[in-house]
C-alpha cells in the first residue's frame, strides 16, 4: 500500500519554463511534507518542506503548494534551470510516525536548454 | 561538516557471501536511518536508531538482515548470508531529530550480488 505516490515518473520542462511536480498521500495522519532532489551517484538533498498549517511555501525559486481536503502537494520551479535535471521525491511524516519519512516513487525531470 | 560518510561506495559480492555496510552520521545528530533504493520500491525504510538505539526495524526484509550502532558516530548494516535479490543502493541518513527534521542522506553503497 503506497501511502506516498508521484504518478508521473517523468516530466521534460523548457528552460525557463515552470516546472510542476505532483504527489498524493493517503494517510490523514501525515502532516508534514518535504521535497528531496537526487543526482545520480549521490544521496537525496532536502530541497523545502511544508507543514500542514500552512497552504504555501515559498523558498526562492522553488515553492511548495499543500491541499489537504486533497492530500495533493506539488512543487513549483519557476524558472527552470539545466541544473535542476534531477530526480524529485515528495515524503511526508506525522507525529504518530516517529521521526520516519515515508518516500514516493519519484520523478525524474529533465530541464532542456 | 563532511556530511554522512559510507562506505564502500560500491560492493559486488556473491551469493552466500556476508557484507557489511558502514555509516559515519554528521556529528551531532542523534538519529539515523537505513533506505534502500530499489526500482521496483524505491525508496524504503529498513531500520531507524534515535540515541544509538533501534526504534524501529519494521522494514528490515528479513533475519539475513541485521544492523548495529554501537556508538553516535557508527552503524552497521550486515547482510548474511547475501543474495541476488539483495541488490540495490543502500542509503544511510541521519538527522537532528524530531519530526521535521529534515534527514541529511550519504551518497549510498551499490550492493551487486551476484
Known amino acids: 500500500d503506497q501511502q506516498v505516490k508521484q504518478n508521473s515518473p517523468s516530466l521534460s520542462v523548457q528552460e525557463g519554463r515552470i516546472s510542476i511536480l505532483n504527489c498524493d498521500y493517503t494517510?490523514?495522519?501525515?502532516?508534514?511534507f518535504l521535497w528531496y532532489k537526487k543526482y545520480p551517484a549521490e544521496g537525496p538533498t532536502f530541497l523545502i518542506s511544508?507543514?500542514?498549517?500552512?497552504d504555501k511555501n515559498e523558498d526562492g525559486r522553488f515553492t511548495v503548494f499543500l491541499n489537504k481536503s486533497a492530500k495533493h502537494l506539488s512543487l513549483h520551479i519557476v524558472p527552470s534551470q539545466p541544473g535542476d535535471s534531477a530526480v524529485y521525491f515528495c515524503?511526508?511524516?506525522?507525529?504518530?510516525?516517529?521521526?520516519?519519512?515515508?518516500f514516493g516513487g519519484g520523478t525524474r525531470l529533465m530541464v532542456k536548454p | 561538516d563532511a556530511g554522512v560518510i559510507q562506505s564502500p561506495r560500491h560492493e559486488v559480492t556473491e551469493m552466500g557471501q556476508e557484507v557489511t555496510l558502514r555509516c559515519k552520521p554528521i556529528?551531532?545528530?542523534?538519529?539515523l536511518f537505513w533506505y534502500r533504493q530499489t526500482m521496483m520500491r524505491g525508496l524504503e525504510l529498513l531500520i531507524y536508531?534515535?540515541?544509538?538505539?533501534?526504534?524501529?526495524d519494521s522494514g528490515m526484509p528479513e533475519d539475513r538482515f541485521s544492523a548495529k550502532m554501537p556508538n553516535a558516530s557508527f552503524s552497521t548494516l550486515k547482510i548474511q548470508p547475501s543474495e541476488p535479490r539483495d541488490s540495490a543502493v543502500y542509503f544511510c541518513?541521519?538527522?537532528?531529530?524530531?519530526?521535521?527534521?529534515?534527514?541529511?542522506f550519504g551518497n549510498g553503497t551499490r550492493l551487486t550480488v551476484t
Open positions: 511544508i507543514s500542514s498549517i500552512k
Open positions: 515524503a511526508a511524516t506525522g507525529n504518530n510516525a516517529g521521526n520516519m519519512l515515508t
Open positions: 541518513a541521519s538527522s537532528l531529530g524530531g519530526y521535521n527534521s529534515p534527514l541529511h
Open positions: 556529528s551531532g545528530h542523534n538519529s
Open positions: 536508531f534515535n540515541n544509538n538505539v533501534p526504534i524501529d
Open positions: 494517510n490523514s495522519m501525515f502532516d508534514y
